[in-house]
Every structure is written in structure tokens, then in C-alpha cells.
């Protein structure tokens, strides 16, 4: 019981670690700064960050100008690339089941098992 407390703790602290490894973090330390103080020393409650958040969000895009991130293109998906969408969307994803992800989600997991199973059985 107390391996699956442990773990318990430990998981919010892996997914926000997961989380920053995608983000740009150097790019927007100081909001992260300000989440951090606001949580841990202040004792505002998530949703109370979050709120504050937003708006400190809409606030930095207008200050900023509201420049996309993107640039515009005048170019769109031929048709045949979009058929060719469909076709992955309808086919493809939508015949995802258990067993499947089970094959390829578990040798990325775990790089020991591809080694397992390329091994010869031996009889």
C-alpha cells in the first residue's frame, strides 16, 4: 500500500515534467516563475492560477501585437491530399484496438522486449 502511495505523489510531478520537456520553457520562464510563486508561496489554488493565467495570456498577445506564429500561405490541401486524409482518418485511426497499441506502444516502452522478441526461440 504505501508503493502505490508513493507512486501516487510522485505522478502529478512526471506529468509536469513530461509537459515542460514540450514547451518552450527559456522563451516563457517568467510566467512560469510566477505560476511556481504563485502556487507554492502564496497557496493560490489551481483554477485561481489558471484564470490568471489566461489573462496574462491575452494581455502578452496584445502587447505583443498579435503576430501569428505562422506565417500565412495562399496554399491549400489538393484534392487528392485531401481524400488521401480521409482515407487515414476513416481506415486507419479508427481501427485502433487494444491489441494493437499493446504491439507497438510496448517495445517503445520498453527497448528490451524488441530484443525478446527478435530473439530465436529456441526448441
Keep these: 500500500m504505501a508503493g502505490m502511495r508513493t ?19 527559456r522563451k516563457y520562464l517568467p510566467f512560469l516563475v510566477i505560476g511556481y510563486v504563485l502556487f507554492a508561496y502564496l497557496n493560490v489554488p489551481v483554477i485561481g492560477i489558471s484564470i490568471i493565467a489566461v489573462a496574462l495570456a491575452a494581455l502578452y498577445i496584445q502587447l505583443k501585437g498579435g503576430e501569428p506564429s505562422m506565417p500565412k500561405t495562399d496554399k491549400q490541401l489538393t484534392k487528392e491530399a485531401r481524400r488521401a486524409m480521409w482515407r487515414y482518418i476513416l481506415t486507419f485511426q479508427w481501427s485502433w484496438n487494444y491489441e494493437r497499441m499493446q504491439l507497438w506502444v510496448s517495445p517503445g516502452v520498453s527497448p528490451l522486449s524488441w530484443k525478446r522478441l527478435r530473439r530465436p526461440v529456441k526448441t
Design 7 to 25: 507512486v501516487g505523489a510522485v505522478l502529478p510531478a512526471l506529468g509536469f515534467a513530461l509537459l515542460l520537456g514540450q514547451l518552450p520553457v
